[in-house]
């Protein structure tokens, strides 16, 4: 009875080996079976543009593979909240994640997503030519753990920029977009109020549109990351910084600006209800749509530099397999076959998708022509910034208690914005709470 | 005094004049009639704004114009993501919960309205500290042990962790319920020969009937209402219709005519609910405080 | 059958009716509360392997809390917001519940009407107040406007945040208390009013001397359970204010929950909800003896 059994068990377990055997993307062999035939795949990431836009093809992987994939695509903050239960609790429940970028330091560093480098070379899994390397560095170095071993592979490295919803309404009081924040003030006061529209908005996730300004005034938020994690948010430039980008907010931002989210930003923004902002490319680059009231009219730049330099901050989220999941194998397939030149330039292509991280397609003169946003090249403004990136600015993010410290800097700015505390006093309470945050979550300062 | 004149008396101000003093009576009830209609609008007219703003059309959706052509197209885009599956979940929790809690609290409650145990008091404070608990107490211990058991992500785990709310609620409830029925037509149902729980179901729980109605409704109500256990403990092959909502919100973009049609959507089932046992609710809620 | 032999067969029934509802709430409440009180005693989180079974700074977890300006300050947050939403809730149920104290079909159609806020889902209800409060969507704003009164946004501003939300919590939950009140008053002999009117009355002082004793008992308990409630407010705050503008409406339920399900410091998290349930006790005794000894126990 047992010899009966055992052998049942291997000759499936030779099945399912031989359905692994096949190439991703080839007719099914003799027999007819597909290589995951039978094999379901759950698949989350937040509602980024870019996820969204992949839903129609999945169906072709489904074809392609046999495989039946569960995708889902929640809200940012319930997709963290539920990923960073999940990961902690080393579940099953999923086989492909985003490895969302303010997390990044706490899943690579906790070891809760695998290396995928054995499967780069792995000519069962991973179909030739697919060249891991083409992905720009810039874009995949924050996902590398502390052995060097890359963790996720990178769908987008998300800029932040300038732009203008309502570009009209500032040539028309004399000004272009600005390069430096000096400039900007002297524009937002200028419009502010034109047309009864607000000047400036940016979504209320001051832990990542602030940071630019903080930089860019010379404060950071650690002293030196990854090594010193020593907290540096109550220097005079960081006060500084905040002072100004809480001025500019209140004294040109809608009523109840602090309660504006990504969503609403963008809305109002494709809407022409605001005449200026600084934010993510993947969102601002939807006011070139058709869908768009301000696709004539829109504006764009690098973002503003700062007395102390320019630091366009970079938000790169990345496919990573969890460590709970048992289809590790058929989860590589899945992000194999998403990022691979063919899909990527399709989706380039017929969808507009344009925060490419692969430099073959980057590199293309058609890619530089199409992202050419209401006659303006962004895809200058793109590489440069991904090239600025390489100098190491956004290490923060890669530490692993920074949501602590992301919501600290929340707190401060909402706290300047409303008046309810001095720049000073608030960075001080900010650097104060950031620093017992840290020693909670064991980091020696 | 006869007793139609006390009746008239304690009806209305003992005065000798009776019709001019019926005609003030009359319209001071009418002009309350009207304060409380009034009243009653100005306080639900929130939610008709949502539903108003449900059917404008996208375009138009921050306009305060009450003049708009209507669409249905909201409610369409309604279809997909997952929503009408988490509707689906939400019913099933609610039903399943409010069934299990029926069944195991209402036995409880009888016993003990009937019989005098000792601990009667402290069962009752215990039931109300149990309440107290932010939900946050729950969440932690029950994750960890439904990530064990593999109840994470199902319909089953809800049902389970409504019990908490649930149960103490239902007891509470079918105990005051049961303290209102007379003891004389069960206790001659025992001298018949019938047992105390042959006596329970054909004498008791057919005239606190009522009650069970509303208690059940209320069961339902509480479970389709969670918005916090769902949140934590489901992810997508057992999300609720609260939680689907805030999933939509940022799905759509800040579409507020979607947005407004999903909450209209869910609110919907429990507003049925209430409108076809009204009059059980109001007694039921009644009950839960009111003591003669 | 022997009266004795009846009164053990009686005993043996009601205890098997009482006993799976006594094991069932047991399971799934002393046990979470125990798990709760343990973890309390330690550093626990999923980052750190280990760290629940580490009892060797047993009070670290409450000795932080306490020097946690951000916590004691929720606490007076979630004082304040208690106290605004449950007075709020208890003088316009009352009020209303006086007001509309005739028995009629209408009324009985009045009253149902006035359940509605009080069963929508919640969720729904913060959806309802976010447009409300959202100044370039909300009816008010525009009616405001119309006006000509340009009106700022409450919910960003610090010091109306926290009212703007308890006045969307009242309007969720004054039915509540009416109904409560409105049934105390329907079930009022008519005797002392009577008695009160001829004694020339007036409409104050039947209120005060006449009916509110009556009511006392059912006024006290809606206040309870209101009072209970009010700390468990979630909704309205995760989809208006997020905690802010700033920390300005980051209540003790809610900084609780970020510091548990964002920060993943659960052992932390099962201090300050072992300090809730203790405060809320406290409180709860508190309004149970200043309303009225009868009310309690039930």
């Excluded at chain 1, 059994?5 to 055997?21: E, F």
């Excluded at chain 1, 009523?255 to 600084?278: C, P, R």
């Amino acid at each position: 009875m047992q010899t009966r059994i055992r052998r049942r068990h291997i000759m499936a377990a030779g099945a399912a080996a031989g359905g692994a055997l096949m190439l991703p993307g080839k007719a099914p062999a003799a027999g007819g079976t597909k290589p995951l035939q039978g094999v379901t795949l759950n698949v989350s990431c937040w509602s980024a543009p870019y996820p969204l836009m992949l839903t129609k093809y999945i169906p072709e992987f489904e074809e392609q593979t046999g495989a039946r994939v569960v995708y889902t695509t929640p809200s940012f903050p319930i997709y963290n909240q539920r990923m960073d239960i999940a990961l902690a609790t080393r579940s099953d429940a999923y086989d492909v994640i985003n490895v969302t970028f303010i997390y990044i330091g706490r899943w690579v560093g906790a070891g809760w997503v695998v290396p995928l480098d054995p499967y780069f070379s792995n000519p069962k899994l991973t179909p030739a030519g697919w060249d891991a390397s083409d992905f720009l560095p810039g874009t995949t170095t924050v996902f590398k753990n502390a052995k060097g071993e890359l963790c996720a592979i990178p769908w987008i490295a998300d800029i932040m920029m300038s732009a203008a919803s309502r570009y009209d309404i500032m040539q028309k009081a004399g000004f272009g977009l600005p390069d430096t924040f000096a400039q900007m003030q002297k524009m937002l006061g200028a419009v502010n109020g034109k047309d009864g529209l607000p000047g400036f908005i940016t979504e209320n996730h001051y832990g990542w549109t602030f940071i630019g300004f903080l930089q860019g005034f010379g404060g950071n938020i650690f002293r030196n990351p990854p090594h010193d994690l020593m907290p540096v948010l109550d220097t005079p430039q960081a006060v500084e910084a905040a002072d100004f980008f809480c001025n500019m907010l209140r004294s040109y931002g809608p009523k109840g600006v602090l309660s504006y989210t990504y969503d609403e930003v963008v809305a109002q923004l494709k809407q022409g209800s605001m005449i200026y902002t600084t934010e993510n490319e993947d969102f601002v680059a939807q006011m070139a749509q058709p869908s768009s009231k301000v696709q004539k009219t829109c504006a764009f730049a690098m973002f503003p530099a700062g007395p102390a330099g320019r630091f366009p901050q970079i938000a790169t989220h990345g496919w990573g397999i969890p460590i709970g999941s048992r289809k590790k194998d058929a989860a590589w397939q899945f992000i194999a076959w998403s990022m691979s030149k063919d899909l990527l330039l399709r989706m380039f292509r017929d969808d507009g998708w344009s925060s490419i991280t692969r430099r073959s397609i980057i590199e293309m003169p058609e890619f530089r022509q199409k992202l050419t946003l209401n006659g303006y090249d962004v895809a200058k403004m793109y590489l440069d910034t991904i090239d600025l990136g390489a100098k190491g600015y956004m290490n923060y993010r890669i530490v692993p208690p920074y949501p602590q410290v992301d919501r600290q800097i929340d707190i401060a700015i909402g706290n300047i914005t409303s008046g309810q505390k001095t720049a000073k006093a608030a960075m001080a309470e900010a650097q104060q709470n950031s620093i017992s945050q840290l020693r909670r979550a064991g980091v020696k300062i | 005094m006869s007793t139609a004149s006390t009746a008239a008396a304690a009806h209305s101000q003992a005065t000798p004049q009776v019709r001019p003093r019926h005609r003030k009576i009359y319209w001071r009830r009418h002009a309350i009639h009207a304060a409380g209609a009034a009243l009653l609008f100005l306080a639900l007219l929130p939610v008709l704004w949502l539903v108003l703003m449900s059917f404008r059309p996208n375009a138009d959706v921050l306009g305060a114009g009450l003049l708009f052509v209507p669409t249905l197209d909201n409610y369409r885009a309604l279809g997909g993501g997952g929503f009408p599956d988490s509707f689906i979940h939400s019913l099933l929790a609610s039903t399943g919960s409010t069934v299990l809690s029926l069944v195991i609290g209402v036995p409880a409650a009888y016993a003990l309205a009937r019989y005098r145990f000792r601990a009667n008091k402290q069962i009752a404070m215990w039931i109300l500290v149990t309440r107290m608990a932010p939900p946050i107490a729950f969440t932690i211990p029950f994750f960890l042990a439904f990530t064990w058991l593999g109840l994470m992500d199902t319909v089953s785990g809800l049902i389970l962790i409504y019990l908490t709310f649930n149960l103490a609620m239902v007891v509470w409830t079918m105990k005051s319920f049961f303290d209102a029925v007379p003891r004389s037509l069960e206790e001659a149902a025992w001298i018949d020969g019938a047992g105390v729980w042959q006596a329970f179901v054909r004498v008791t729980l057919p005239l606190a009937a009522p009650g069970l109605a509303a208690t059940g409704i209320l069961c339902f109500i509480l479970s389709w209402n969670d918005f916090f256990f769902a949140l934590i403990l489901t992810r997508t092959d057992a999300m609720t219709a609260p939680v689907a909502i805030v999933n939509f919100m940022q799905y759509a973009g800040w579409e507020w005519g979607k947005i407004a049609a999903a909450g209209v959507v869910v609110l919907l089932p429990v507003l049925v609910f209430t409108f076809f046992v009204r009059s059980y609710l109001v007694r039921g809620l009644m009950a839960g405080g009111v003591k003669e | 059958m022997t009266a004795a032999t009846w009164s053990a067969e009686q005993r043996r029934a009601f205890t098997i009716g009482l006993a799976p509802a006594l094991i069932v709430l047991a399971a799934v409440t002393l046990g979470p509360a125990i798990y709760l009180v343990a973890t309390s005693l330690t550093p626990l989180t999923p980052l750190t392997p280990g760290s629940g079974l580490d009892f060797s700074t047993p009070l670290a977890n409450y000795s932080q809390a306490l020097f946690d300006s951000s916590f004691v300050h929720s606490v007076g947050l979630q004082l304040e917001l208690s106290a605004i939403t449950v007075g709020l809730q208890t003088l316009v149920g009352l009020g209303l519940a006086l007001l509309l104290n005739i028995e009629s079909r209408f009324m009985e159609a009045v009253r149902t009407g006035f359940l509605v806020p009080m069963v929508l889902p919640p969720i729904v209800v913060a959806i309802i107040w976010k447009v409300l409060y959202t100044p370039n969507i909300s009816p008010l704003y525009a009616a405001l406007g119309a006006l000509g009164i340009s009106a700022g946004s409450l919910v960003t501003d610090p010091t109306w945040a926290l009212p703007a939300l308890a006045v969307a919590d009242t309007w969720e939950w004054f039915p509540f208390t009416l109904l409560m009140v409105l049934a105390a008053l329907q079930m009022m002999p008519k005797e002392p009013l009577e008695a009160a009117r001829i004694d020339g009355a007036n409409a104050w002082q039947m209120f005060w001397y006449v009916r509110l004793p009556f009511i006392r008992p059912a006024l006290t308990v809606a206040v309870l359970f209101r009072l209970i409630d009010s700390i468990k407010a979630f909704p309205l705050i995760y989809i208006i204010t997020n905690g802010g503008p700033g920390q300005a409406t980051e209540v003790t339920n809610y900084y609780a929950f970020i510091q548990t399900f964002n920060f993943a410091y659960w052992g932390y998290g099962s201090a300050i909800a072992t300090m809730m349930v203790g405060g809320v006790f406290i409180l709860s005794l508190i309004v149970a003896r200043l309303g009225g000894t009868q009310a309690v126990g039930e």
